[in-house]
């Protein structure tokens, strides 16, 4: 059965820390790893990744991607308060359309 | 910056009656989906549709479930008989060709089921 498995559950750490996020997967046809950002309401895109050791980076935010080990991280430095959120990691597959969500990591950040 | 839209955002229900949930996709999008998260666990995939058509449902959309595009912007999840054990957030999503597997998710409308 495929399964997204993120750690850790959640995270609470001040203002001005870096953070690592882990989402691990086991996937048929493995076609991609997607990261979101959940806060009250819709998941907002953050980044799709499709290849293994290419950083995908917006400001403070980073993601990448091992297809050998089945990993990704996403890195956020510098945290502020409204990082606040549940970060979600999906899985694409070629067997489907459909994405595959881990459990999310909720990071709680405080000034 | 186009969104995807949902309609209401909560909604109350009593045990064995009918609801419709509205989505308005972004409008250069072509494939459809619908998700719900229950509390406190993943999201799950329920439906895809494209090209006015079912292309994947899970286990969970048994006949009790129906979707459908009305018009030209209009996406909606229907639950006949509604159960305590639909109660959710059920969010649409949708994505343009070309893009991967890019879903934008909309809002979600909270369904409580009384």
């Known amino acids: 059965e495929d399964k997204v498995v993120q750690s850790p559950l959640s995270l609470v750490v001040h203002e001005g820390d870096t953070v690592t996020l882990n989402c691990s997967y086991e996937v048929t046809n493995f076609r991609s790893l997607l990261w979101y950002k959940q806060e009250k309401k819709a998941p907002t895109f953050l980044f799709m990744l499709?290849?293994?050791?290419i950083e995908k980076k917006s400001g403070r935010l980073s993601s990448i991607l091992d297809k050998k080990e089945l990993f990704s991280i996403l890195n956020i430095t510098a945290t502020q308060t409204g990082d606040s959120a549940i970060y979600l990691c999906?899985?694409?597959?070629?067997?489907?359309?459909?994405?595959?969500f881990g459990t999310g990591t909720r990071l709680q950040v405080f000034p | 910056e186009p969104e995807v839209t949902q309609t209401p955002s909560h909604q109350v229900t009593q045990m064995g009656q009918e609801v419709i949930l509205r989505c308005v996709p972004i409008s250069n999008h072509l494939y459809f989906y619908w998700y719900r998260q229950i509390l406190g666990q993943k999201v799950e995939f329920l439906v895809s549709?494209?090209?006015?058509?079912?292309?994947?449902k899970s286990e969970i959309f048994d006949d009790q479930f129906s979707v459908e595009r009305p018009d030209g912007s209009n996406f909606t999840l229907k639950i006949r008989s509604t159960k305590l054990e639909d109660s959710a957030m059920y969010f649409c999503?949708?994505?343009?060709?070309?893009?991967?597997?890019?879903?934008?998710f909309g809002p979600g409308t909270r369904l409580t089921v009384l």
């Open positions: 999503a949708s994505r343009r060709t070309g893009t991967g597997d890019t879903q934008y």
């Open positions: 499709t290849s293994s050791g």
């Open positions: 549709f494209y090209n006015n058509e079912i292309s994947e």
């Open positions: 999906a899985v694409g597959s070629y067997n489907t359309d459909k994405l595959i």
